[in-house]
Structure formats: structure tokens, C-alpha cells
């Protein structure tokens, strides 16, 4: 189920003209895969079952989308024990959750859902504004609209003001009128503020908190991870780094290409931090090696950043 599940999503990314990284083998991860076209970055969580995802997993994925200026959506095939509806938007822990043919119609087609699933059913957005504006236009009282969907004055006042409707109401709505009243969801194009999760440092190894501390004394704005493939997303105004952290090389070499993979679709840098005594590489499969007491040496980001660039030429 999940293998066929990918195979979809990976064709409808690449119908719809996206560069895709290399997908995330790791357990417990906060992510599959990532997909850019243009400036458009997605970071996509494939789960048979949408409701397999938890908060923790939600919220760091989250913050790594929101840090790369990207967009977190799940591609499922069913809640619970029923199937995803086609057009339907589900939302768990505020993150859009899409069935694959949802995700067709609106990378491929350029035809976005308008209906959203929430505890009592499924509703849609109404434009208040044009509303408004159409029943005054016909000379209708909030009364008369009232009267006609069998609901309240209060009902439709707040509709006019942005109150989201059940679709049989906005039907009727736009059939009273004669316009096009329902908004479509733009789900990939959503920005909501994400928030730091401050016991994050307080779970991860010694070693990733002496690189994480070392960082933001060099000017770093650091978002320690602990589900994901790299470490740390670690930013200055200029670069954005994945950063990962390993005492042992091979481990590092078995996520390189995956790491490089993923740096390149968000338009980041992969660096490996490695904490050992012994001659390191410059870098593994495209990925720069920097190890772990160089850091002291460095004055700014500038001076790291710079060691990365030639590093990834070598």
C-alpha cells in the first residue's frame, strides 16, 4: 500500500514539473520527501492512514517548512477506516492532508479544492464580501436570505463577515444570487506561524549541542531537529545550512546522497559535522566535511560559509 502510495505521488510531482529529492528512509521521520518547482517547496509525509501522524512528528515538520520557506502537506489514502474524498481537504495538527488525486487536481490541473473537512462535516469558505454585495445588489434583506436557507438573520451576517458554510448552504446561496460565492483552498500556499519548541536542545547528544552552541555564536539562527535526516537547519542572511552531526564517517556516507539530494530541492547547503580525532575528508559525495574542532576557528558565518563553498567543489 505504501510503496504504491509513493509510486502515485512521485508521478504526479513529476506530471506537474517538480524536482524531487531522494526519499527518507529513516523511522519516525518528519518527512518523506521534498518537491520544488520554481519558487514552490513542498515537504510532503506520505501515510496510509493520515490520522498515523502524531504531534510531534506534525510540529517539526512544521517549523523545517516554515525555516525553508516551504509548504508541509500529507498525502494519504484514507482516515481511519475511510477513504480521502476527492477535492476534500483534511487538516491534521494544521497541516493540509490530501488524497493523491487531490494533489493531481491541483498541481496538474491547476484546480484547487474548495471543501474542507472539520468535526461536524464538511464545509466550505464563502467570499462575504461578494455576499454582501449580491444581496444588496437584488434588493434582499438578511431576513429574506434567512428565510430562504431556513437558518437565522445572525447566520447569514456572519457569513457576510467570513463564518465558513456547509456546502448545501452555500449551494443554495450561490443559487439564490447567481454568482460564484465559494473560495477554493490554496492549501500550498498557506503561511501560519509556526512555534519553537524550547525542550528541543534538552533531548538531543552532547555533541549536537556543543555544534549547536558553537553555531549560533558564529551568528546562525539555529532550529535543532530530531526527526529528520540532517540535525539542525542552521540560517544567516546570506545561507541555509543542513547541518549533521556524527562521531562516525559511516554513518555520514550512508545519508549523502540523500542529504545532497534534499539540500539541492531547498535550495540549501548540506554540510557534515564530524566530531573525530582522525583525517576527515573535505567532502562525501558532494557533501562538505568540516570537523567539529574547526569550528573554533572560524570568526563569523561568513568564514564557515566560505570553507563550505570550496569544499563543495573538491
Known amino acids: 500500500m505504501k510503496n504504491s502510495l509513493i509510486e502515485r505521488t512521485l508521478e504526479v510531482l513529476h506530471e506537474a514539473g517538480f524536482a524531487v529529492s531522494e526519499i527518507c528512509s529513516y523511522r519516525s521521520r518528519s518527512f518523506d520527501l521534498a518537491a520544488r518547482r520554481d519558487e514552490l517547496l513542498i515537504l510532503l509525509k506520505l501515510l496510509s492512514n493520515i490520522d498515523g501522524i502524531n504531534r510531534e512528528i506534525a510540529e517539526e515538520m512544521k517549523r523545517i517548512a516554515a525555516y525553508l520557506s516551504g509548504s508541509p502537506v500529507i498525502v494519504g489514502e484514507r482516515v481511519g477506516f475511510r477513504p480521502l474524498e476527492r477535492g476534500v481537504v483534511y487538516y491534521r495538527y494544521d497541516i493540509p492532508s490530501v488524497s ?3 494533489l493531481y487536481d491541483y498541481l496538474v490541473e491547476d484546480s484547487p479544492p474548495l471543501v474542507y473537512s472539520s468535526p461536524g462535516g464538511f464545509y466550505v469558505s464563502i467570499d462575504g464580501e461578494a455576499l454582501r454585495r449580491r444581496r444588496l445588489e437584488e434588493g434582499l434583506s438578511l431576513g429574506d436570505i434567512a428565510s430562504y436557507l431556513g437558518t437565522s438573520r445572525r447566520t447569514i451576517s456572519k457569513y457576510e463577515e467570513g463564518m465558513d458554510a456547509t456546502i448545501d448552504n452555500a449551494l443554495k446561496l450561490e443559487e439564490l444570487l447567481g454568482a460564484v460565492l465559494i473560495k477554493s483552498i490554496d492549501f500550498l500556499n498557506i503561511r501560519k506561524p509556526v512555534e519553537i519548541d524550547e525542550n528541543i536542545e534538552a533531548k538531543l547528544n552532547e555533541i549536537e549541542k556543543l555544534v549547536i552552541e558553537r553555531l549560533k555564536n558564529l551568528g546562525f539562527d539555529v532550529l ?7 540535525d539542525t537547519i542552521s540560517k544567516d542572511e546570506l545561507s541555509t545550512l543542513l547541518v549533521t552531526v556524527h562521531r562516525r564517517i559511516e554513518a555520514l556516507k550512508r545519508r549523502a546522497r540523500l542529504l545532497r539530494s534534499l539540500s539541492e530541492i ?19 559525495e558532494g557533501n562538505p566535511v568540516v570537523n567539529r574542532e574547526e569550528l573554533e576557528d572560524f570568526d563569523d558565518s561568513k568564514e564557515l560559509i566560505e570553507v563550505i563553498y570550496e569544499r563543495s567543489e573538491n
Open 224 to 230: 535543532p531537529t530530531l526527526h529528520s535526516p540532517f
Open 266 to 284: 531547498a535550495c540549501a547547503h548540506s554540510v557534515f559535522i564530524l566530531d573525530s580525532s582522525c583525517s576527515v575528508p573535505k567532502n562525501i
Open 100 to 102: 493523491v488525486e487531490t
